[in-house]
Each structure stands twice: as C-alpha cells, then as structure tokens.
C-alpha cells in the first residue's frame, strides 16, 4: 500500500503581474522547497478573467477622485475559479487597511492548507469584493506600497518557512521565538580578526553557558536601544 501523506499545502496568488514572482519562486530556500514539493504556488492571472475585450481590470473611481479601483467582474471571476480548484482556503486581501501581519499570523497560516492572497493594484479592489469575496485583510507595515506583490512575497516568505522540511535546521524556527519577543544578538564567523576588529573573546571560551548568557545580554541591550516596546508585557 501506498504512504498517506499529508495534501501538500499551497497558495493561489491572484495578480495582474504573475511575472512579478517567477524570479523569487524559483530562488533559494523557497525555490528548493517547491522543487521538493513541500508546498505549491499557482499564480492566477486576474487579467484572464476580464469580460471585455480589451481584458481591462481597473476603472474610475464613483464619487470622483484620483486613481483608478480594480473592476469587481475580474476578481470574483478569479476568486471563484481558485475556491472551484482549491475548496476554502481562506481568502486574503492584501492592503494597508488589513490586520497587522505579525509571527503568530505566520504560526496560525502555516497550521493550516494554504491559502489565497489577492494582490490589489491602483487605489485598491471594489468594496463589494471585500465584503463578498475576502476572510482576511492583511497589512504588512505602515507605509505604501504599488500594489499587493512584494506584500504577497513576504508573507509567503514567512509562512513557508515555517513549514515541516524547508529549513534545513529546524533548530532556527525553535529560536525565533525568543527572535520575536527580542532582537537577536550579534553573529561572527572567521576570520577571528578583521581589519583591526576582533570577535568578542567569550565566544572562543568553549563554556556554552557562559555563551548563552553573554548573546541574551546582548540582545536585551539591543532591544533595550532599538526596539524597547517589544520589552512591554502588552505590545
Ligand atoms: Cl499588504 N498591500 C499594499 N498594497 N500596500 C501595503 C501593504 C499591503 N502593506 C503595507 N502597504
């Protein structure tokens, strides 16, 4: 009899850019995971699913203003066909109005199937469309970007990793727990001295508890410096 695995997990990206992530797909840890079919991406082309003939998937705002809003027709097309290929993976929106995203949104995605992220171009997607068609919106950070793209490529980024096989050393998703709650101490490898700069002699000392102690002091005063709300009890 044949092994039963686990149905791999995967993530349908809707677009108006698929070439936007051929380069990144298909590069390092992430590439070599796909390769491994560890996990699957499907780049959907929203543009396919236009019902104009000049295939257009934006329009003029109603009310007036600058910009130009993505045409509802060509996105529920899109959503459709990725819940007819992959049942109900949670929908996501990618915009800076969505939830912060954040390691434990990472935790919680990675426990699941997979998931569909709608990358928004121009001032964003109609409002209908979020409110008929999307589980989550998620922001990756308080600034603006193009369009939902390079926030895809994060999130795919750190929610894969996370997955059973793509890290060679496991040990690294161990540790970022504490990487969350705190900055992480500073790294050296050879050679011991560089251009008049040495590595820190504790690290050669060979005593591991001495080693441990010597990089947690050296991250809280890090965090302390650069980021001292991850400190707070309540962030
Ligand atoms: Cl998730 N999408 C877009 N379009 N812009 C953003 C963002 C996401 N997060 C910050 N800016």
């Given at each position: 009899m044949s092994e039963q695995t686990k149905s791999p997990f995967h993530i349908n990206i809707l677009t108006i850019f698929p070439e936007f992530f051929e380069s990144p797909l298909s590069t390092g840890v992430i590439g070599k995971a796909i390769e491994k079919e560890i996990f699957s991406?499907?780049?959907?082309?929203?543009?396919?699913?236009?019902?104009?003939?000049?295939?257009?998937?934006?329009?003029?705002?109603?009310?007036?203003?600058?910009?130009?809003?993505?045409?509802?027709?060509?996105?529920?097309?899109?959503?459709?066909?990725?819940?007819?290929?992959?049942?109900?993976?949670?929908?996501?929106y990618l915009t800076p109005q969505g939830e912060p995203f954040r390691q434990p949104l990472a935790r919680k995605l990675a426990e699941g199937d997979g998931f569909i992220l709608v990358c928004g171009r121009y001032e964003g997607i109609d409002a209908r469309v979020r409110e008929g068609w999307i589980d989550h919106?998620?922001?990756?950070?308080?600034?603006?970007?193009?369009?939902?793209e390079p926030a895809a490529l994060i999130m795919l980024d750190?929610?894969?990793?996370?997955?059973?096989?793509?890290?060679?050393?496991?040990?690294?998703?161990v540790e970022e727990s504490f990487s969350t709650d705190m900055l992480d101490y500073p790294h050296y490898t050879r050679p011991?001295?560089?251009?008049?700069?040495?590595?820190?002699?504790?690290?050669?000392?060979?005593?591991?508890?001495?080693?441990?102690?010597?990089?947690?002091?050296?991250?809280?005063?890090?965090?302390?410096?650069?980021?001292?709300?991850?400190?707070?009890?309540?962030k």
């Open positions: 991406v499907e780049c959907t082309d929203i543009r396919a699913f236009a019902t104009d003939k000049h295939q257009t998937t934006d329009d003029l705002p109603y009310g007036g203003g600058a910009g130009m809003v993505m045409k509802p027709e060509p996105l529920v097309g899109a959503l459709e066909s990725a819940r007819q290929n992959h049942g109900d993976l949670p929908r996501i919106e998620v922001s990756i950070g308080d600034f603006v970007l193009t369009g939902g750190a929610i894969t990793r996370l997955l059973p096989g793509v890290l060679g050393n496991p040990e690294s998703i011991r001295s560089f251009r008049g700069m040495d590595v820190p002699e504790v690290l050669f000392s060979g005593h591991h508890a001495k080693i441990e102690q010597w990089r947690r002091e050296q991250a809280l005063k890090m965090t302390e410096q650069r980021r001292p709300e991850l400190l707070k009890k309540d």
